[in-house]
């Protein structure tokens, strides 16, 4: 936990698909100080014609590199979230080529008691974790 989902313009390739989610599993660790398995990412692709990604009047333009992202994850402080945000757009675009303004970020915050990793257990909540 957290949880990444990604959505995507189909197209790239697998490698190009494990950098970015490494990519973007490196800004997680530094950002949210998670252990390095807690990984956990969904990528759906989609017809250019399905994802429809625009400014919010912010004035820039997307590509077909755009990548949306859901993160799903208990609640982080500001500060935390301000920090995934810089070093995810950095990472991605250090390691993928994609610029800044094709990232968009979600994030959706939920309880421990919204999670379990298997067993049809809570591990946050019966102390597993």
Not at 9 to 22: F, N, P, Q, S, V
Not at 45 to 68: C, Q, Y
Not at 113 to 119: N, R, V, Y
Request: net charge negative.
């Amino acid at each position: 936990m957290p949880l990444l989902r990604f959505d995507l313009i189909e197209g790239r390739t697998d490698d190009e698909l494990k950098t970015l989610l490494d990519a973007a599993h490196r800004a997680m660790l530094a950002a949210f100080k998670v252990p390095e398995r807690d990984r956990y990412q969904i990528v759906i692709e989609h017809k250019p014609s399905r994802m429809i990604m625009e400014d919010t009047g912010l004035g820039f333009a997307r590509t077909e590199k755009a990548v949306l992202l859901q993160v799903f994850s208990r609640p982080r402080g500001k500060e935390a979230k301000q920090t995934f945000y810089r070093l995810l757009v950095e990472e991605l675009e250090k390691s993928c080529g994609i610029a800044p303004t094709d990232v968009m970020i979600s994030m959706v915050e939920n309880t421990d008691e919204d999670w379990s990793f298997g067993l049809g257990r809570a591990q946050f909540l019966e102390g597993d974790l």
